[in-house]
């Protein structure tokens, strides 16, 4: 299932992914529903080989969205990305996908196509507001789990005001 196109409206802000540079953060927004990540056969073993529960997630980011509940760890949106907003998140953080709602990346994770650390890994934007909207990362996702939309920074600047952790 494709990411939720009104996932600010149906979902809430559940947490903040800050960047230890003081300068990107996103926001996470919840509670998740399960879509393609809980049906795909790679995902399933991954998650089974940790002997980690597969429950629903949410979307990291807002303005650059990645649904981790639908994301399968493909990796063509870390490749096609020009300004390198992704990367893997296991790959600096390996902990369950929950425990980075609120937490800080230091944005040393690697970015390459095929650098997830196996299928629990999620690709995380944490870059997003170096985004310039060009589009490649919500072409190239095989479960279109990526909504990139300028006008949801509306969102992203009320949860500035707003979230309070
Ligand atoms: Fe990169 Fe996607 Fe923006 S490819 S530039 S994050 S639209
Ligand atoms: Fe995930 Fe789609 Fe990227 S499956 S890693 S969001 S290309
Ligand atoms: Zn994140």
């Known amino acids: 299932m494709p990411i939720d196109p009104e996932f600010p409206g149906n979902h809430q ?6 960047h230890a540079d003081g300068q990107h953060f996103h926001f996470v927004w919840g509670p998740g ?11 399933k073993a991954a998650y089974a080989a940790r002997n980690e529960e597969l429950t629903p997630i949410g979307v990291h980011g807002t303005f650059v969205a990645v649904d981790w509940d639908s994301c399968i760890a493909d990796g063509a949106c870390i490749q096609a990305c020009p300004v390198n907003v992704f990367q893997w998140y296991r790959t600096e953080n390996d902990v369950p996908a929950v425990e980075m709602s609120n937490i800080s990346s230091s944005g040393v994770g690697s970015a390459g196509k095929d650098d997830r650390l196996d299928y629990t ?4 934007p944490i870059r997003e507001k170096d985004c310039i909207w060009c589009m490649a990362c919500v072409t190239v ?19 500035i005001s707003t979230f309070n952790r």
Do not use: L
């Open 33 to 43: 529903n399960p879509s393609d990540a809980a049906a795909n056969p790679d995902v």
């Open 13 to 18: 802000v559940i947490g903040k992914h800050d």
């Open 121 to 124: 890994d999620k690709s995380d």
């Open 141 to 159: 996702c095989p479960t279109k789990a990526i909504k990139v939309d300028q006008s949801n920074v509306q969102f992203h600047e009320q949860a």
